[in-house]
């Protein structure tokens, strides 16, 4: 059970209306982290051509932080492997750079539709030891969420 207070939110959203004509859907935390960790592991069969293994997001404040585990391909695991650390570990980070900038129009419209507010930056890393990913969005407020309300 969801306590929101809609009227009030519609108050402050339409004044000129009084509330009465809008209510507005909100989401809890968990809701909104869990549609964010369905878009990404989308985003990533669709330009990457596999998920990865686990994938956790965390509205913190204004901030928004995804981390996938699992997240290198077999081709690239492979490219560490048969590189020297460094020239491996740069290149992965690289191309992984690129897709990510290519895709990043798509993944900041999705945390703007999802949260119901705009990311200002993106910031991104990889470990190519462990295959974790990172994802960190900073958003232009913190996104505003019903609470549950314990029974």
Known sequence: MFHCCKEALSRAAFPQTNGAAFEVAMKTQGEIEAAICE???RLERDYMGRGCEDIRAHVIGDLLVVRLKGDLTAAERQLVKSLSAEKGRDLLKQVRTHLLETARPVMESMVQEITGVKPVSLHHDISTATGEEVVL?????????????KK
């Open 137 to 149: 969005f900073s958003l232009a407020e913190s996104p505003l969420f019903c609470e549950v309300k």
């Open 39 to 41: 878009g990404i592991s």
